[in-house]
């Protein structure tokens, strides 16, 4: 219980934002570097996973099991094997209710071996057995076979024609071999996926002399009927999971060079669809310009295909949970990213009885010592919209999103300030007719309780201020620091999806509003008082209330909720529109100084960054009263215009890099 708490607290929180489709996450802390290969659905509703643990730094592996209920409550885990290192690779559940697992035994430093051994359903080992010879054999694929036994592929150093082979290996029940075939080309042959096909046969992928992606198809014994390649044999292409679809055909998920664009691409996630006889059909890819790696494939109930392993690209971290969802033709539907700052990898993927999705793997990013493993439940329902690219806005408001909230706090803002102005200003007085028509709408005792207030707000006199004129007062620090604390908080609102990543963005927002907010304060504060002018931040109450309410309703915070304002005897407007459009010139230079660390790989600061300096300079150019814009406009047009064009011009590289 303790465990699948920790889990719950550190990275199993839903995702908030509107495409979340985690149902909820767990991690399995047992060692100091735990790897899931392997999940799959127990008769009980439960998920069972098999991989490797490191229990030190300097020991050597076992393989591990983790048995769950059914909201991924650990139920019981233990550890197989005391050679100098054992692997899990694979797992079934057998007709008996037990499990079969395979992967690969390493007697020594020297050679490894096949591995196939059956637990029963408390986890205890029932028998276990190794295959092969004195040079290398793993196993990375186990199938049930109707005949109650059991089909092993992987590659083999021992047999074969060539470095490595396919190697396909039969036994019964009781793990006692009934055949073995090898599958090969004079180079590196490694299979990863196996499946017992419609018609007793079997079909295999991986890939074939180190470049192409490989399918070979047999018969029941073994015996081959026909393979195909994939991919262009001078680049890296490899199938890593394979499935008979709904036609009669295959599907092969994987990833490849061949299809990038260029021989120095990273990989992306590959999708292959072939006939029955393993003719190419259609291929698709999906990723972006770092490396993107299909683990695991399955057929949707539409038609449609669901990829999961792990992207660079996208997310947050330095590999985040990928899951990319096709229609039939392989056209991308949706997609999700999963994860904290450090690594986090989906190895397997199934479809789980209430029709959603069950991915195993491994996370880095909870604040362990090294990996643990993984287990994410998602639903079957999917983002409520269809995304063209990765959904990121666990860190970073969709641009899109951005520009609408910041027209409607505009819009929000300006229109309670010429509501105010209606209330508070003197009858007599020329106003324009908006205003004046709202003044005639609104109730006197609405008029006289803004007035009052207003006049309770009256700004200060430079003879009355006391203290150093190069240094903020006591209430400006205050006001500075609740701002900064609210802004922070809200962008950990839209931004954070998990407690153990508010380690990482909280400080990064407080630390971006500081420094921006900072070189702010003192460029107004010593320019504005050597010219005899007062400069002071102050509690922007209409810009605190639709802050709030665009943040909650757009999950866009849009600018800090508290504003700056200049008076004094030799305060005019245009040394108002020079101090505005500064506030402005420096969110834009941070902006660029933030857009070039996101493009060098710094994704979280240069991201939050960003996102902060953009909506914040957008907002502040907006030429509409009481926004800094309409100061600046008043004073010059041409001014105005040449910030508003660069601030567009830096949301522009929002959109690319977003």
Same mark, same amino acid.
């Given at each position: 219980?303790?465990?699948?708490?920790?889990?719950?607290?550190?990275?199993?929180? &839903?995702?908030?934002?509107?495409?979340?489709?985690?149902?909820?996450?767990?991690?399995?802390?047992?060692? &100091?570097?735990?790897?899931?290969?392997?999940?799959v659905?127990? #008769?009980?509703g439960?998920?069972?996973?098999?991989g490797?643990?490191?229990?030190?730094?300097?020991?050597?592996?076992?393989a591990l099991? &983790?048995?769950?209920?059914?909201?991924?409550?650990?139920?019981? #885990?233990?550890?197989?094997?005391?050679?100098?290192?054992d692997?899990?690779?694979?797992?079934?559940?057998?007709?008996?209710?037990?499990?079969?697992?395979?992967g690969?035994?390493?007697?020594?430093? *020297?050679?490894?071996?096949?591995?196939v051994?059956?637990?029963?359903?408390?986890?205890?080992?029932q028998?276990?057995?190794t295959?092969?010879?004195?040079? #290398?054999?793993?196993?990375?694929s186990m199938?049930?076979?109707?005949?109650?036994?059991?089909?092993?592929a992987?590659?083999?150093?021992?047999?074969?024609?060539g *470095?490595?082979d396919?190697?396909l290996?039969?036994? *019964?029940a009781?793990?006692?071999?009934?055949?073995?075939?090898?599958?090969?080309?004079?180079?590196?042959?490694?299979?990863?996926?196996?499946?017992?096909?419609?018609d =007793?046969?079997?079909?295999?992928?991986?890939?074939?002399?180190?470049?192409?992606?490989?399918?070979?198809?047999?018969?029941?014994?073994?015996? +081959?009927?026909?393979?195909?390649?994939?991919? *262009?044999?001078?680049?890296?292409?490899t =199938?890593?999971?394979?499935?008979?679809?709904?036609?009669?055909?295959?599907?092969?998920?994987?990833?490849?060079?061949?299809?990038?664009?260029?021989?120095?691409?990273?990989?992306d996630?590959?999708?292959?669809k072939?006939?029955?006889?393993?003719?190419?059909?259609?291929?698709?890819?999906?990723?972006?310009?770092?490396?993107?790696? %299909?683990?695991?494939?399955?057929?949707?109930p539409?038609g449609?295909?669901?990829?999961a392993?792990?992207?660079?690209s996208?997310?947050?971290g330095?590999?985040?949970?990928?899951?990319?969802?096709?229609?039939?033709?392989?056209? +991308?539907?949706?997609n999700?990213?999963?994860? =904290?700052?450090?690594?986090?990898?989906?190895?397997?993927m199934?479809?789980?009885?209430?029709?959603? @999705?069950?991915?195993?793997?491994?996370t880095?990013?909870?604040?362990?010592?090294g %990996? %643990?493993?993984?287990?994410?439940?998602?639903?079957?329902?999917?983002?409520?919209?269809?995304?063209? #690219?990765?959904?990121?806005?666990?860190?970073t408001?969709?641009?899109s999103?951005?520009?609408?909230?910041?027209?409607?706090?505009v819009?929000?803002?300006g229109?309670v300030?010429?509501?105010?102005?209606?209330?508070?200003?003197?009858?007599?007085?020329p106003?324009?007719?908006v205003?004046?028509?709202?003044?005639?709408l609104?109730p006197?005792?609405?008029?006289?309780?803004?007035?009052?207030? +207003?006049s309770?707000?009256?700004?200060?006199?430079?003879?009355?201020?006391?203290?150093?004129?190069?240094?903020?007062?006591?209430?400006?620090?205050?006001?500075?620091?609740?701002?900064?604390?609210?802004?922070a908080?809200?962008?950990?609102?839209?931004?954070?999806?998990?407690l153990?990543?508010?380690?990482?963005?909280l400080?990064?927002?407080?630390?971006?509003?500081i420094?921006?907010?900072?070189?702010?304060?003192?460029?107004?504060?010593? @320019?504005?008082?050597?010219?005899?002018?007062w400069?002071?931040?102050?509690?922007?109450?209409? =810009?605190?209330?639709?802050?709030?309410?665009?943040?909650?309703?757009?999950?866009?915070?849009?600018?800090?909720?508290?504003r700056?304002?200049?008076?004094?005897p030799?305060?005019?407007?245009?040394?108002?529109?020079?101090?505005?459009?500064?506030?402005?010139?420096v969110?834009? &230079?941070?902006?660029?100084?933030?857009c070039?660390?996101?493009?060098?790989?710094?994704?979280?600061?240069?991201?939050?960054?960003?996102?902060?300096?953009?909506?914040?300079?957008?907002?502040?150019?907006?030429?509409?009263a009481? +926004?800094?814009?309409?100061?600046?406009?008043?004073?010059?047009?041409?001014?105005?215009?040449a910030?508003?064009?660069?601030?567009?011009?830096l @949301?522009?590289?929002?959109?690319?890099?977003?």
């Open positions: 219980m303790s465990i699948a708490l920790f889990g719950l607290l550190s990275f199993g929180l &839903v995702v908030r934002n509107a495409m979340a489709i985690i149902e909820w996450s767990r991690i399995y802390p047992n060692g &100091v570097d735990d790897h899931a290969r392997s999940v659905q127990t #008769n009980d439960g998920y069972i996973l098999a490797h643990t490191q229990l030190r730094n300097d020991t050597d592996r076992q099991i &983790v048995k769950t209920d059914p909201s991924g409550n650990m139920q019981w #885990n233990k550890t197989y094997g005391d050679a100098y290192t692997e899990a690779h694979a797992i079934i559940q057998t007709s008996d209710g037990g499990y079969a697992a395979a690969v035994t390493w007697p020594s430093n *020297d050679s490894g071996h096949f591995w051994f059956k637990i029963d359903a408390s986890g205890n080992v028998w276990n057995k295959y092969g010879g004195p040079y #290398n054999d793993n196993a990375w199938v049930g076979t109707s005949d109650g036994g059991y089909a092993i992987g590659f083999t150093n021992n047999f074969g024609l *470095d490595s396919f190697w290996l039969k036994t *019964d009781s793990g006692a071999e009934q055949w073995n075939r090898t599958y090969g080309t004079t180079g590196n042959d490694v299979a990863y996926s196996v499946i017992q096909t419609s =007793g046969g079997y079909a295999i992928t991986g890939r074939q002399n180190g470049h192409q992606c490989w399918l070979v198809k047999t018969d029941s014994s073994g015996t +081959m009927q026909w393979n195909q390649t994939y991919g *262009d044999a001078r680049v890296s292409n =199938g890593q999971s394979l499935v008979q679809t709904s036609d009669g055909g295959y599907a092969i998920g994987g990833f490849t060079e061949s299809f990038n664009g260029s021989t120095n691409t990273p990989y996630f590959w999708l292959v072939t006939d029955p006889s393993g003719n190419l059909q259609w291929n698709q890819t999906y990723g972006g310009t770092a490396e993107d790696i %299909a683990r695991s494939i399955a057929q949707t539409d449609g295909y669901a990829l392993g792990y992207t660079e996208y997310g947050v330095t590999q985040d949970v990928w899951f990319v969802k096709t229609d039939s033709s392989g056209n +991308m539907q949706w999700q990213t999963f994860g =904290g700052a450090n690594t986090d990898v989906a190895n397997s199934i479809r789980t009885s209430d029709g959603g @999705y069950a991915l195993g793997g491994n880095e990013s909870v604040g362990l010592a %990996a %643990a493993f993984l287990l994410i439940k998602m639903d079957s329902t999917g983002p409520s919209q269809i995304l063209s #690219n990765p959904e990121t806005s666990a860190w408001p969709e641009p999103s951005a520009a609408v909230a910041t027209v409607a706090a819009l929000a803002t229109g300030s010429i509501a105010v102005a209606a209330a508070i200003t003197p009858p007599g007085l106003t324009g007719r205003t004046q028509k709202i003044r005639e609104l006197e005792t609405v008029k006289k309780w803004l007035a009052d207030f +207003m309770s707000k009256r700004k200060l006199t430079v003879d009355e201020k006391t203290g150093s004129p190069f240094l903020p007062t006591k209430s400006e620090a205050l006001v500075y620091s609740i701002s900064i604390a609210v802004l908080l809200s962008f950990s609102y839209v931004k954070v999806d998990t153990s990543q508010i380690v990482l963005v400080p990064t927002i407080l630390g971006t509003s420094l921006v907010g900072f070189v702010k304060t003192f460029i107004l504060i010593v @320019y504005s008082r050597k010219r005899g002018v400069t002071e931040h102050k509690l922007w109450y209409f =810009g605190l209330a639709t802050f709030l309410v665009t943040t909650f309703a757009f999950r866009v915070p849009f600018s800090s909720p508290s700056s304002v200049h008076y004094g030799k305060f005019t407007k245009r040394l108002g529109a020079i101090l505005s459009s500064a506030e402005i010139f969110s834009l &230079v941070f902006a660029g100084f933030f070039l660390l996101l493009i060098g790989g710094f994704k979280v600061i240069g991201s939050v960054g960003l996102a902060m300096c953009i909506i914040g300079a957008f907002f502040d150019t907006f030429p509409i009481p +926004m800094s814009g309409r100061t600046i406009f008043d004073h010059s047009k041409t001014l105005w215009a910030l508003f064009i660069l601030t567009l011009a @949301y522009a590289s929002w959109l690319l890099l977003t």
